[in-house]
């Protein structure tokens, strides 16, 4: 089984602050992607990333997947209030039995006020 | 992205009772699909993998005669909560997979808030 930590459970912020999300595992995926969940709804994808290293930036949100493809990291610039919400991080196997199943990391709740 | 509906979005039942969750695959066919339940405030926990023209597999701890998953068609899985009972009062939500090159994404329905009085 591989499992995803991720890292703080829940952060509260002040509008207009800075945060960093951390996925980190001991085992190698072949993609990891970031999830957004609001309360009552479904997950839904941010970004995939797939190459060790890689940086990607959605707006004010900068992902990035480590070299060894083992963790990301999830940042996010001058924080809103519609930037709250649980942000969840799962990785891809990649290999055709298993290419269906995602692991979820546990989660992080970021709650921005105001 | 594609997108996945699930229906209904919310539904209270007596105990004792069944209900009926649709997942549907809009602009996709879907091959596979997964059911999650989620409590309040964690992460998703996989139930069962849906596989069109055959049986679904349940994770370990999953009742399969409890929770009858029915995926007849390309666009359409259906997860049943048989009996219904106050402790499977859940969030439960589905996927779809989406293979691209290598990689999977997974596009989430909406999730139904399932509460048993």
């Known amino acids: 089984t591989q499992l995803l930590e991720q890292s703080p459970q829940f952060l509260s912020i002040q509008e207009g602050e800075n945060l960093t999300v951390y996925c980190n595992s001991s085992?190698?995926?072949?993609?990891l992607q970031w999830y957004r969940q609001e309360p009552g709804e479904g997950p839904v994808l941010l970004v995939t990333?797939?190459?060790?290293?890689e940086v990607k930036k959605l707006k004010r949100l900068t992902f990035q997947f480590g070299d060894a493809r083992k963790d990301s990291s999830l940042h996010i610039t001058a924080a809103q209030p519609g930037d709250t919400g649980l942000y969840l991080c799962?990785?891809?196997?990649?290999?055709?039995?298993?290419?269906?199943?995602?692991?979820f990391g546990a989660g992080t709740q970021v709650v921005v006020t105001p | 992205g594609a997108v996945v509906s699930q229906h209904p979005s919310r539904v209270i039942c007596k105990s004792g009772t069944s209900v009926k969750i649709e997942c549907r695959s809009l602009?996709?066919?879907?091959?596979?699909m997964f059911w999650y339940r989620q409590f309040p405030k964690q992460s998703l926990m996989l139930m069962a993998t849906?596989?069109?023209?055959?049986?679904?597999?349940?994770e370990q701890g999953v009742e399969k005669d409890k929770f009858l998953i029915n995926h007849a068609s390309l666009t359409l899985s259906t997860l049943t909560v048989t009996s219904a009972h106050p402790e499977d009062s859940s969030f439960y939500i589905c996927?779809?997979?989406?293979?691209?090159?290598?990689?999977?994404?997974?596009?989430f329905g909406q999730g139904t808030r399932l509460t048993v009085v």
């Open positions: 849906s596989n069109e023209g055959s049986k679904a597999t349940y």
């Open positions: 996927s779809a997979r989406v293979l691209r090159g290598m990689n999977t994404e997974a596009f």
């Open positions: 602009d996709f066919q879907a091959t596979t």
């Open positions: 799962a990785g891809g196997a990649g290999t055709t039995d298993s290419w269906g199943k995602l692991q």
């Open positions: 085992s190698v995926f072949s993609s």
């Open positions: 990333v797939v190459t060790g290293g």
